[in-house]
């Protein structure tokens, strides 16, 4: 639980952030879509994929009990030769939560993708989302006039095991007036982002949310 934009939100360890106050769930980057492209394209990528991402979404809506969706851009990655068959998931998916209020920030990838069907109820927004002191978009945005919660860059912190191995990590990155989400979709890649004296970062994994170890000043900067 942190406090944003004046605002207590909840950072949840499936890759979201729940807004108690406007009971709403708040999710970037889905890439709906993206292991079916690859597959069309010839790489033996394994179906699955977009059910999974719908079943986790599911949990968090049942235990959040959230009346809105907040989908900060990228819910699909881009063009389909044939769509059907995930838009059938989705609409299937959307018909049992017919109350659920939905809202897309178009991000770059939605921007190539098939043409959203009206069956989905999905309210989509061309331009950033301001609420109640916030502003939603799917990239950062510099020196905007409210605090930003946006993704687009699928942050991942880099740990060290027991042993010294390196593994990257989903994460939330949190600075003063902007908030970037990790990606929601499993089948996404990932952008290693730093934490320094200007971000914290909490790390998404194992059902927790963990904060990143800010690094050790040096003697000369601490002079």
């Not at 890649?189 to 690094?215: D, F, T």
């Amino acid at each position: 639980m942190i406090k944003f934009g004046g605002h207590t939100l909840v950072l949840d360890p499936d890759r979201a952030v729940h807004w108690p106050e406007q009971r709403a769930l708040i999710v970037a980057d889905l890439h709906f879509g993206k292991a079916a492209i690859f597959r069309q394209n010839g790489l033996p990528v394994p179906a699955g994929t977009t059910a999974g991402d719908l079943f986790k979404l599911t949990q968090l809506l049942d235990r959040t009990q959230a009346s809105r969706l907040l989908i900060l851009g990228d819910c699909f990655h881009g063009y389909v030769n044939d769509p059907a068959p995930m838009h059938e998931q989705l609409h299937l998916w959307r018909c049992a939560r017919p109350r659920l209020t939905i809202d897309l920030i178009l991000g770059n990838h939605d921007r190539r993708a098939n043409s959203i069907p009206d069956a989905l109820s999905i309210t989509v927004h061309t331009a950033p989302l301001d609420l109640d002191g916030i502003t939603f978009a799917h990239e950062p945005i510099d020196g905007a006039a409210r605090p930003v919660i946006c993704g687009h860059i699928h942050p991942t912190a880099s740990l060290r095991d027991f042993d010294g191995q390196g593994v990257r990590v989903p994460c939330f990155v949190i600075e003063q007036r902007r908030m970037i989400l990790p990606a929601f979709g499993r089948f996404t890649g990932g952008c290693a982002v730093a934490p320094n004296h200007e971000r914290q970062l909490y790390v998404a994994a194992q059902g927790r949310v963990i904060p990143v170890p800010l690094p050790r000043r040096s003697a000369a900067w601490r002079a």
